[in-house]
């Protein structure tokens, strides 16, 4: 997971269910608190695939429109093999996953 | 029929105006397009045709078949940094972008 700035931080474009979920947090203003949102974000949703953490200039969201969320398959020759279309309503993992099949067969996994 | 174009196309031209001025938000920074969104009324996501505008707006220039832009990034437990190209020639990567809001 690549953690990028907030969709729906407190300070900014706060939905509904931001208080209904209790996931009230601030757009973070130094690394260190991006960094925080993130080891909570990791915690709480029991994510164990490995997560970085996007630069405070959002280089990596710049570079890949990825706000709010967005899949990509970078294959084994550095190149994008997968783009979702713009989250929310783009992100899918069943094309997603069907695209890693035909990458990686599960048969070989 | 005149009192329809009378009242038409005024109601036209500024729904057109402001059909521009969203897109115009989607094109801005996430930060700047949040912002904006957060002062405007629910009611306009049902008054636009929000969807299809933000995938066009947020379709990006990355294109499939392009070399993956490179990136250096700090993994949340601060063990190591992790280089998205260290992968070439090991495995596909898979990149799920997000955050908790």
Redesign the interface.
Same mark, same amino acid.
Request: hydrophobic share 45%; aromatic share 10%; charged share 30%.
């Given at each position: 997971?690549?953690?990028?700035?907030?969709?729906? *931080?407190t300070d900014? /474009?706060?939905?509904p269910s931001?208080f209904k979920e209790g996931?009230l947090?601030a757009?973070a203003k130094t690394f260190l608190q991006r960094?925080e949102?993130?080891?909570?974000?990791?915690v709480?949703?029991g994510i164990h695939? *490995?997560?970085?953490?996007?630069?405070m200039q959002?280089?990596?969201?710049?570079?890949?429109?990825? /706000? *709010?969320?967005?899949?990509?398959?970078?294959?084994?020759?550095?190149?994008?093999?997968?783009?979702s279309?713009?989250?929310p309503?783009?992100f899918d993992p069943k094309a997603?996953a069907a695209r890693?099949e035909s990458?990686?067969p599960s048969s070989t996994r | 029929m005149r009192t329809f174009i009378k009242y038409a196309i005024p109601v036209l031209v500024v729904y057109i105006v402001l059909l521009s001025g969203l897109f115009v938000a989607m094109l801005q920074p996430p930060e700047v397009f949040g912002r904006i969104m957060s002062k405007l009324p629910t009611v306009a996501y049902f008054l636009f045709p929000f969807e299809p505008m933000w995938l066009a707006a947020r379709r990006g220039r990355l294109k499939v078949g392009e070399p993956a832009p490179d990136f250096s990034l700090k993994r949340t437990d601060g063990s190591q940094v992790v280089r998205l190209s260290s992968f070439r020639g090991q495995k596909p990567v898979v990149l799920i972008f997000g955050s908790h809001t």
């Open positions: 997971m690549v953690y990028i700035e907030e969709a729906h *931080p900014g /474009w706060e939905m931001n996931v947090i757009s960094d949102a993130a080891k909570s974000c990791v709480k949703l695939i *490995p997560a970085v953490v996007d630069d959002d280089s990596t969201e710049r570079a890949y429109t990825a /706000w *709010p969320d967005r899949l990509y398959i970078v294959d084994r020759e550095g190149r994008v093999a997968f783009k279309k713009a989250g309503f783009g997603m890693l990458l990686v | -």
